[in-house]
């Protein structure tokens, strides 16, 4: 394709998603940790389109401003009525008269469609086509529009279901909605598309005939029917969801990663992952985390917003949230929660701990129990540990609070002023002993007890 052809993509994003049965619109749920609408608006970027419109409903600034937070350059367009999917695109009228050589038309609500389908339905209008339509072949083809072909597999027409007759809908190949247009014609053809059907619409499928009626040629595309669902409900929105983990977990494997149980690992579309690294069963990765090399996760452990450096040990059943930094060789064990902090290199944080707010130095070990006390109801307060410290089992560090370097603090200590480093703190009630107590105690509930 030659790189001097300009591209205008056009993303139909106004439908209210009654079936969804939420306050949230459709477009903006979640495949992969971030909304169907930002999946779009990546991959036909990725596809070379110079510019973007998207149409939303009326009143959808929730729409309008994620539009703009993922493509700040994005033209928003209002779709006052819904009258159908041709009316839709004729929304963003504007853009279109600008004259673009292509013209891609999407759905914010086909989200696994792949940068390289869009470049594959403008190559065929690069190759001199006037109208390139996006298909796929169903199991069952029932509701989805027909595509209709000749005897040489060109493409004369898109049949509706409930426009169809019964031999046209004998058809396999089916309409998957998305289409190329070429971008000096669009705006005309749009404008004479005409509502003479079952439900008195604009469709954009109409688009087919006028341009064939012009003379231009009309061309296929095929994709897998995994890559061209449309989410309308909460069903299809989990078929999605397991789709892109399929991709997200092979493209891991092939980039050097280990999945020990792939389908019981869960990605976030922007998880990266190094060489050598190796995730057990029941790992879930949230948004923003990257991890190096020969780096292990073990089972049943939560990563969200958190940066592994290379040769980190993680888990079982450890949770990392936003903030969590772990340097070189760090150890982050069963039960342990880290937020907003770092852990230095080669450092151990084992088990049943809280890191919040905290830094820890490099070797430092943070025993069993540990917790830092981050917060005091209103405003949070950040734990320095310094490097070769030793924090005992069950103890609580009340910040703002510093432990220097090779510093050590007992067991079951409340810490609550600085310690200076290579010091021992101590900070605990006087250990205090009576004896025979426990037995005359015994005695005299039992025999309470048996006068009962």
Same mark, same amino acid.
């Given at each position: ?17 009654? @079936? ?13 940790? @971030? ?57 963003? @009228? ?48 029932? !509701? ?38 070429? !971008? ?45 669902? !449309? ?178 603090? !007992? ?42």
């Amino acid at each position: 394709m030659s790189q001097a052809r300009k591209c205008l993509a056009i993303v139909l994003a106004a439908g209210e998603g009654k @079936r969804m049965r939420s306050s949230r619109p459709k477009v903006l749920h979640q495949v992969a940790g @971030r909304s169907m609408l930002a999946h779009v608006l990546d991959a036909v970027a990725q596809a070379g389109a110079d510019a973007l419109a998207v149409v939303v409903g009326p009143g959808r600034d929730d729409v309008a401003a994620e539009v703009l937070r993922e493509a700040p350059h994005a033209q928003v367009f209002v779709q006052a009525e819904r009258l159908g999917t041709a009316h839709a695109v004729l929304a963003a @009228r504007a853009a279109l008269a600008q004259g673009f050589d292509d013209c891609l038309v999407l759905f914010a609500d086909t989200p696994l469609v792949r940068p390289e389908t869009f470049a594959a339905l403008r190559a065929k209008l690069a190759g001199g086509a006037g109208v390139a339509v996006l298909g796929f072949e169903p199991e069952n083809p029932f !509701g989805y529009g027909r595509l209709l072909t000749d005897a040489s597999g060109a493409l004369l027409a898109i049949r509706e279901q409930k426009d169809a007759s019964p031999e046209e809908l004998r058809a396999r190949r089916c309409n998957a909605g998305l289409m190329a247009l070429d !971008g000096r014609k669009a705006l005309d053809w749009l404008s004479r598309v005409g509502n003479d059907n079952a439900q008195k619409e604009y469709y954009l499928p109409d688009v087919v005939e006028i341009a064939r009626a012009d003379g231009a040629a009309c061309a296929l595309v095929i994709a897998p029917a995994g890559e061209v669902l !449309g989410v309308n409900d909460r069903a299809q929105l989990a078929q999605a969801e397991a789709e892109i983990q399929t991709r997200l977990r092979r493209a891991a494997m092939e980039k050097g990663a280990t999945l020990i149980a792939p389908d019981t690992v869960f990605f976030s579309h922007d998880t990266v992952l190094g060489a050598d690294v190796l995730v057990e069963p029941h790992v879930v990765f949230g948004p923003g985390v990257t991890v190096g090399d020969n780096v292990v996760i073990h089972a049943f452990s939560h990563l969200e917003g958190a940066t592994l450096a290379d040769a980190v040990t993680v888990g079982p059943y450890a949770r990392l949230r936003p903030g969590a930094n772990l340097a070189k060789a760090a150890k982050v064990g069963n039960f342990v929660e880290i937020k907003k902090s770092e852990i230095g290199e080669g450092a151990k944080v084992n088990h049943l701990t809280y890191i919040g707010d905290a830094s820890v130095g490099a070797r430092s070990n943070i025993g069993a129990g540990v917790i830092t006390c981050n917060y005091d109801g209103f405003l949070k307060y950040r734990t320095e540990i310094g490097a070769d410290a030793f924090v005992g089992s069950n103890c609580s560090l009340v910040a703002p609070v510093k432990i220097g370097d090779g510093a050590l603090i !007992g067991s079951g200590s409340v810490v609550t002023k600085d310690v200076a480093a290579d010091s021992l703190a101590v900070a605990r009630g006087k250990q205090m002993e009576k004896l025979g107590w426990a037995a005359a105690f015994r005695e005299k509930m039992a025999a309470l007890k048996a006068r009962k």
